[in-house]
């Protein structure tokens, strides 16, 4: 088993940047691939960002391309998602996951945090 531990989030104006960060119990197969996803309330669970192993390859969703980064630190088993340019549409709860490779992170993760909830105010 891997424990995801997600912090960072809270309240920002919009316009404004927020950093989340996650953290994984320990270093596993399993846990090649991390990344985040995001739930609003009567929307479908949608996938934000992904980072291999080593972060040589990352994906980020269509709806982040270009204002979201995604980075990792191997040494200490942290996942960070950079947030700038948030739009009161980016308001969810994000949820660091993690899987064995980026393909599965993307579609069906292994393993969930409990999610930290990022508000967006216009």
């Known amino acids: 088993q891997v424990q995801l531990v997600e912090s960072g989030g809270g309240l920002v104006q919009a316009g404004g940047s927020l950093r989340l960060s996650c953290k994984a119990s320990?270093?596993?197969?399993?846990?090649?691939?991390m990344g985040w996803f995001r739930r609003t309330p009567g929307k479908e669970r949608e996938f934000v960002a992904a980072?291999?192993?080593?972060?040589?390859?990352?994906s980020l969703g269509d709806s982040v391309k270009g204002r979201f980064s995604i980075s990792r630190d191997y040494a200490k088993l942290t996942v960070d998602l950079q947030m700038n340019s948030l739009k009161p549409e980016d308001t969810a709860v994000y949820y660091c996951?993690?899987?064995?490779?980026?393909?599965?992170?993307?579609?069906?993760?292994?393993?969930w945090g409990k999610g930290t909830l990022v508000t967006v105010s216009s």
């Open positions: 996951a993690a899987a064995g490779n980026i393909v599965a992170l993307s579609t069906t993760p292994d393993y």
């Open positions: 980072i291999t192993w080593r972060g040589s390859s990352t």
């Open positions: 320990r270093r596993t197969p399993l846990s090649a691939a």
